[in-house]
């Protein structure tokens, strides 16, 4: 097996299933109704749909810097804003963190295991860190979310 494939695969199960630790981010959010995602049971702290719009915007700035394309932080900031706080709203952030997973999925699957290792922006190990990266973000994030789903339960 390549070590894109190997990367691919856990990126798949931190996401999607299967995560050695627990629930992965979609099977964390199982449930979640778009009024608990805005809401914050825990005082200083991020809101789930906001940690939602916080995974997807980073997985989508992986793709071009895998490119070697510089990008600072997402588009729409490190921690957007709720723009429509609406069930279609909550939806919509559902489907484009879906989307940005699927880019980034394709992205992978287009990388030879050289690649991994190639400077991008003079750093050695570029993508192959990056990678791994968003792998780890996405657990750390996963394991916030079940924090506050626990905490809107009590």
Do not use: C
């Not at 299967?18 to 608990?36: I, N, R």
């Not at 588009?75 to 997973?101: R, S």
Request: charged residues 25%; hydrophobic residues 35%; proline residues 5%.
């Amino acid at each position: 097996m390549k070590e894109t494939e190997r990367i691919a695969d856990q990126l798949k199960r931190a996401y999607e299933k299967d995560a050695w630790h627990g629930p992965s981010v979609k099977e964390t959010l199982q449930g979640v109704t778009a009024e608990q995602a805005q809401t914050k049971p825990i005082n200083s702290t991020h809101s789930i749909w906001e940690i939602v719009l916080h995974i997807s915007g980073w997985m989508k700035v992986a793709v071009p810097r895998m490119q070697g394309i510089k990008t600072t932080q997402p588009e729409e900031g490190d921690w957007p804003a709720i723009k429509n706080a609406m069930v279609t709203g909550w939806n919509q952030t559902l489907e484009e963190m879906q989307k940005n997973y699927q880019e980034l999925m394709t992205a992978i699957s287009r990388l030879s295991d050289e690649d991994l290792t190639k400077p991008v922006f003079e750093i050695p190990n570029y993508n192959y860190v990056l990678l791994h990266g968003i792998i780890q973000h996405n657990l750390y994030h996963a394991g916030q979310i079940a924090v506050l789903k626990k905490a809107l339960s009590e």
